[in-house]
C-alpha cells in the first residue's frame, strides 16, 4: 500500500474497491486507514468486515464492527457491516437483527432496506394469535403467496 495516502483516501479507496467486490485490496486500504487512525469507528468497523470476508476471522470481525458501533451507535451504515459480518458466517437471524436496528436509526436507508429485501425477510402470519408454524396460519400463508389462477386451478374452480 501507499504510504503517502492519508488515512481519509485509504477510507474511499477501500469503499470503492469493496463496492466493485474486489475485498482483498478493500481490506489493505482498510488495514491501511485503521493504522493512520486506529480511532476512527467507521475505518475499524470497515476494516472489520473485509477482515470477515476475505480472511474468514469470524471473532475479530465481529469484535472490530461491535465496538465500531457501540462507540457510534447513531451511524446505521455501522449496523450494515455488523448486520454483513454475521451474514456471511451464516447467522440470518442476527444479521437481520442488525439491519433492522440500522433502520430504526434511519427507516429510509436504501442499502438497508435492499439487503432485507434480498434477504426475503418473512411477513407476520396472518392470524397472530396462533403461531406461526400452525397448520391454519401455514395453509392461509401458501395461498396469501399464490396469485390467484394458480389457487384456483388447484382447487378445481
Same mark, same amino acid.
Given at each position: 500500500?501507499?504510504?503517502?495516502?492519508?488515512?481519509? +483516501?485509504?477510507?474511499?479507496?477501500?469503499?470503492?474497491?469493496?463496492?466493485?467486490?474486489?475485498?482483498?485490496?478493500?481490506?489493505?486500504?482498510?488495514?491501511?486507514?485503521?493504522?493512520?487512525?486506529?480511532?476512527?469507528?467507521?475505518?475499524?468497523?470497515?476494516?472489520?468486515?473485509?477482515?470477515?470476508?476475505?480472511?474468514?476471522?469470524?471473532?475479530?470481525?465481529? +469484535?472490530?464492527?461491535?465496538?465500531?458501533?457501540?462507540? +457510534?451507535?447513531?451511524?446505521?451504515?455501522?449496523?450494515?457491516?455488523?448486520?454483513?459480518?454475521?451474514?456471511?458466517?451464516?447467522?440470518?437471524?442476527?444479521?437481520?437483527?442488525?439491519?433492522?436496528?440500522?433502520?430504526?436509526?434511519? @427507516?429510509?436507508?436504501?442499502?438497508?432496506?435492499?439487503?432485507?429485501?434480498?434477504?426475503?425477510?418473512?411477513?407476520?402470519?396472518?392470524?397472530? /394469535?396462533?403461531?406461526?408454524?400452525?397448520?391454519?396460519?401455514?395453509?392461509?400463508?401458501? /395461498?396469501?403467496?399464490? @396469485?390467484?389462477?394458480?389457487?384456483?386451478?388447484?382447487?378445481?374452480?
Amino acid at each position: 500500500m501507499d504510504t503517502r495516502f492519508s488515512a481519509d +483516501e485509504h477510507f474511499r479507496r477501500g469503499r470503492a474497491a469493496l463496492d466493485c467486490n474486489n475485498h482483498s485490496v478493500a481490506l489493505e486500504h482498510f488495514r491501511a486507514a485503521r493504522r493512520v487512525d486506529p480511532n476512527n469507528p467507521r475505518y475499524r468497523s470497515y476494516y472489520g468486515l473485509c477482515l470477515g470476508i476475505t480472511e474468514r476471522r469470524f471473532d475479530h470481525a465481529l +469484535e472490530l464492527c461491535r465496538s465500531a458501533a457501540k462507540e +457510534e451507535f447513531y451511524n446505521p451504515e455501522l449496523y450494515r457491516n455488523l448486520a454483513q459480518v454475521h451474514l456471511a458466517f451464516g447467522f440470518k437471524a442476527e444479521g437481520i437483527r442488525y439491519l433492522r436496528r440500522g433502520l430504526m436509526i434511519d @427507516p429510509a436507508n436504501q442499502q438497508i432496506l435492499d439487503d432485507l429485501t434480498a434477504l426475503g425477510v418473512r411477513r407476520r402470519p396472518l392470524l397472530s /394469535f396462533l403461531p406461526r408454524r400452525h397448520l391454519v396460519n401455514r395453509w392461509l400463508g401458501m /395461498f396469501r403467496g399464490r @396469485p390467484q389462477t394458480e389457487v384456483r386451478e388447484r382447487c378445481g374452480a
